[in-house]
């Protein structure tokens, strides 16, 4: 332990079965109020098919071949991915860490802070995989789905919460409080939303913005791929989405760890 | 209590930053004994319990637990602590029932077992009528037992308290010291941290004060009593002239002034001080049994800590 406080923030953390019940905590906890827990991602999807898709859409040409409502609807899906874990692994994290520190009391078993931290982003990923599986089927009740394919969404689903919740949990180990998370939801989550080809082709915007997009932003990969496989448009450039979030996932998902590692264990 | 050392602590030290927390203190608890670490607020009481804990790395020295070190086996220690931590970190999602079959969970116990020993423990702290209820109804004497049961759950051979009993009012007090007395008897090694002295006379078999990082001054309560402050204590309202007839009445004395009153603290025997009352008389003038809190302020002063 006397070696812990100056470990690389790349070295790879040891985590045993023991971050399941990590998970399961959360999940019980979830599970006393799921009413209100699948409520948004039942109505919103809706609200967003009807306005967006068929209001605006009547005024709006087709978008990469596509009907606009049709180009909208996977979008929906990667969007309740990105929301879902990203804001489980910053404010309902930070809410257990700091106001209910539960953290504190798990540490004190035979559970690692490791362990804390790898069940919380687990936890993160199921709720990303359990809201976009719910968006996933109203946009299927809208008819909106073409492709077999679409049974690959869900998996999908948990491998980008991973993504995002290991992102917000290096938010979370860095943040000095709550009402800083204003910071990475407005600079970096709100303008995701916007720019990764979720309400228009990223092709309508300037190149150098195309490219940034590409490069940088987690959403862009997510959406590509689950448009792709909720019309069954396979093409080469998806196996490009894909090895940037194995990538990216690994890489975040150690580094968050160690970072709170960092802010807890001193 | 027996020779068996269960807790040894060797130049055991934690630095934050360029805070020195805990400054090369050495320890050793026993076995079934009830260890007491007294002391202000900041002085590195709670640091230390979470260095036992194994959640706190060492900045330096060495801790051994069960002839286990803390830096190494941290999860086999883990698992035969207890830990009722200063504050509430009970899980307010859920139940009184629920909270320990949770925790019981981490220790890998299953279910059933988990529910069995969660009623039995629920029952011991007085809380098997609250066991349907969510936590944020409880108060917070019910909270601090909850606490307690909780860290009973994995039948720990060593229970550390951190400051069991602060905020509590007299009755939910004296119930946790009879808890705690219980689980002695049954051969449990209780480890705790307090700033009542009344409590650490009444639970510890032995104490450290710690003040500033350092422990300052170790023993038995009654003898550190005794060796520090004698038996009595001679108070009267403070005046000059008492003042100085007082200092040549009994040249030997630590006389101490706070406030509007002087203290007289006297090695000699028992009754000396009512001699000198059956004499005289002096305004507001009585004579107690001193106790841990004067031998606390003799040696970590009449500042305040923070």
Same mark, same amino acid.
């Given at each position: 332990?006397?070696?812990?406080?100056?470990t690389?923030l790349?070295?790879?953390?040891q985590?045993?079965y023991?971050?399941?019940?990590?998970?399961?905590?959360?999940?019980?906890?979830?599970m006393?109020?799921?009413?209100?827990n699948?409520?948004?991602?039942?109505?919103?999807p809706i609200?967003?098919?009807?306005?967006?898709?068929?209001?605006?859409?009547?005024?709006?040409?087709?978008q990469?071949?596509?009907?606009?409502v049709?180009?909208?609807a996977?979008?929906?899906?990667a969007i309740?991915?990105?929301?879902s874990s990203?804001?489980?692994?910053?404010?309902a994290?930070?809410?257990?860490?700091y106001?209910?520190?539960?953290?504190?009391? +798990? +540490?004190?078993?035979?559970?690692?802070?490791?362990?804390? +931290?790898?069940?919380e982003?687990?936890?993160?990923?199921?709720?990303?995989?359990?809201?976009s599986?719910?968006v996933?089927g109203?946009?299927?009740a809208?008819?909106l789905?073409?492709?077999?394919?679409f049974?690959?969404?869900?998996?999908?689903?948990?491998?980008?919460?991973?993504?995002?919740?290991?992102?917000?949990?290096? &938010?979370?180990?860095?943040?000095?409080? +709550?009402?800083?998370?204003?910071?990475?939801?407005?600079?970096f989550?709100?303008?995701?939303?916007?720019?990764?080809?979720?309400?228009?082709s990223?092709?309508?915007?300037?190149?150098?913005?195309?490219?940034?997009?590409?490069? &940088?932003?987690?959403?862009y990969?997510?959406?590509?791929?689950?448009?792709?496989?909720?019309?069954?448009?396979l093409?080469?450039?998806?196996?490009?989405?894909?090895?940037?979030?194995?990538?990216?996932?690994?890489?975040?998902?150690?580094?968050?760890?160690n970072?709170?590692?960092?802010?807890l264990?001193? | 209590?027996?020779?068996?050392?269960?807790?040894?602590?060797?130049?055991l030290?934690?630095k934050?930053d360029d805070?020195l927390?805990?400054?090369k203190?050495?320890?050793?608890?026993f076995?079934?004994?009830?260890? /007491?670490?007294?002391?202000?607020?900041?002085a590195?009481?709670?640091?230390?319990?979470?260095?036992?804990?194994?959640v706190?790395?060492?900045?330096?020295?060495?801790?051994?637990?069960?002839?286990?070190?803390?830096?190494?086996?941290?999860r086999?220690?883990?698992?035969?602590?207890?830990?009722?931590?200063?504050?509430?970190?009970?899980?307010?999602?859920?139940?009184?029932?629920?909270?320990?079959?949770v925790?019981?969970?981490?220790?890998d116990?299953?279910?059933?077992e988990?529910?069995r020993?969660?009623?039995?423990?629920?029952r011991?702290?007085?809380?098997?009528?609250?066991?349907?209820?969510?936590?944020?109804?409880?108060?917070?004497?019910?909270?601090?037992r909850?606490?307690?049961a909780?860290?009973?759950?994995?039948?720990?051979?060593i229970?550390?308290?951190?400051?069991?009993?602060? /905020?509590?009012?007299?009755?939910?007090?004296h119930?946790?010291?009879d808890k705690?007395?219980?689980l002695?008897?049954?051969?449990?090694t209780?480890?705790l941290?307090t700033?009542?002295?009344?409590?650490?006379?009444?639970?510890?078999?032995?104490?450290?004060?710690?003040?500033?990082?350092?422990?300052?001054?170790?023993?038995?309560?009654?003898?550190l009593?005794k060796?520090?402050?004698?038996?009595?204590?001679?108070?009267?309202a403070y005046?000059?002239?008492?003042?100085?007839f007082?200092q040549?009445?009994?040249?030997?004395a630590?006389?101490?002034?706070?406030g509007?009153?002087?203290?007289?603290?006297?090695?000699?025997?028992?009754?000396?001080?009512?001699?000198?009352?059956n004499?005289?008389?002096?305004?507001s003038?009585?004579?107690?049994?001193t106790?841990?809190?004067?031998?606390?302020?003799?040696?970590?002063?009449?500042?305040?800590?923070?």
């Amino acid at each position: 332990m006397k070696a812990d406080a100056s470990t690389s923030l790349l070295s790879v953390p040891q985590i045993s079965y023991r971050a399941w019940k990590v998970w399961r905590r959360d999940l019980e906890v979830f599970m006393k109020t799921y009413k209100v827990n699948f409520f948004p991602p039942l109505v919103e999807p809706i609200f967003y098919l009807v306005g967006l898709g068929f209001g605006l859409g009547g005024f709006v040409q087709p978008q990469e071949g596509l009907r606009y409502v049709a180009f909208i609807a996977p979008a929906l899906v990667a969007i309740s991915m990105m929301f879902s874990s990203f804001f489980e692994c910053t404010y309902a994290s930070f809410v257990r860490m700091y106001y209910q520190k539960t953290f504190g009391a +798990i +540490i004190a078993t035979p559970i690692s802070l490791e362990e804390v +931290i790898a069940g919380e982003l687990l936890w993160g990923a199921t709720k990303s995989l359990i809201n976009s599986t719910i968006v996933l089927g109203v946009v299927f009740a809208f008819g909106l789905v073409s492709s077999p394919l679409f049974l690959l969404i869900p998996p999908l689903a948990f491998l980008v919460g991973l993504l995002f919740s290991a992102m917000a949990m290096c &938010f979370t180990a860095i943040t000095p409080n +709550i009402d800083s998370f204003n910071y990475p939801s407005f600079l970096f989550i709100t303008p995701m939303f916007i720019l990764s080809g979720t309400f228009f082709s990223s092709h309508n915007l300037p190149g150098t913005v195309q490219t940034i997009s590409k490069i &940088f932003l987690p959403l862009y990969h997510a959406v590509q791929l689950t448009r792709g496989l909720a019309i069954g448009r396979l093409s080469p450039s998806l196996l490009f989405n894909l090895a940037w979030i194995l990538v990216a996932t690994p890489f975040f998902l150690v580094l968050s760890i160690n970072l709170m590692k960092r802010r807890l264990i001193r | 209590m027996s020779s068996e050392i269960l807790i040894k602590a060797e130049g055991l030290t934690k630095k934050f930053d360029d805070f020195l927390a805990v400054d090369k203190i050495d320890f050793q608890v026993f076995k079934g004994e009830c260890f /007491g670490f007294l002391g202000p607020n900041g002085a590195g009481k709670t640091t230390t319990m979470r260095m036992v804990q194994c959640v706190l790395p060492l900045s330096d020295g060495n801790l051994w637990v069960s002839e286990m070190d803390v830096s190494r086996e941290g999860r086999e220690i883990k698992k035969m602590i207890g830990v009722a931590p200063q504050e509430d970190n009970l899980d307010p999602d859920f139940t009184v029932l629920h909270n320990l079959v949770v925790y019981a969970r981490y220790f890998d116990i299953p279910k059933k077992e988990a529910t069995r020993r969660g009623e039995e423990l629920l029952r011991f702290v007085q809380l098997d009528e609250k066991k349907e209820v969510i936590i944020d109804e409880l108060s917070s004497g019910m909270k601090r037992r909850l606490i307690l049961a909780r860290a009973l759950i994995n039948e720990p051979r060593i229970l550390i308290l951190d400051e069991p009993t602060t /905020g509590l009012d007299p009755q939910a007090r004296h119930l946790i010291w009879d808890k705690i007395r219980n689980l002695k008897k049954e051969g449990v090694t209780i480890v705790l941290t307090t700033h009542y002295m009344e409590e650490a006379a009444q639970l510890c078999d032995r104490t450290v004060i710690m003040d500033l990082g350092k422990i300052i001054e170790e023993g038995k309560p009654l003898e550190l009593i005794k060796q520090h402050v004698g038996e009595e204590v001679l108070e009267v309202a403070y005046d000059e002239e008492v003042l100085k007839f007082l200092q040549g009445t009994f040249p030997d004395a630590r006389l101490e002034v706070s406030g509007d009153r002087i203290q007289v603290f006297t090695n000699q025997t028992r009754g000396v001080f009512s001699q000198i009352l059956n004499k005289y008389s002096f305004k507001s003038a009585m004579i107690r049994d001193t106790n841990l809190e004067d031998v606390f302020l003799k040696l970590t002063g009449r500042r305040l800590k923070e």
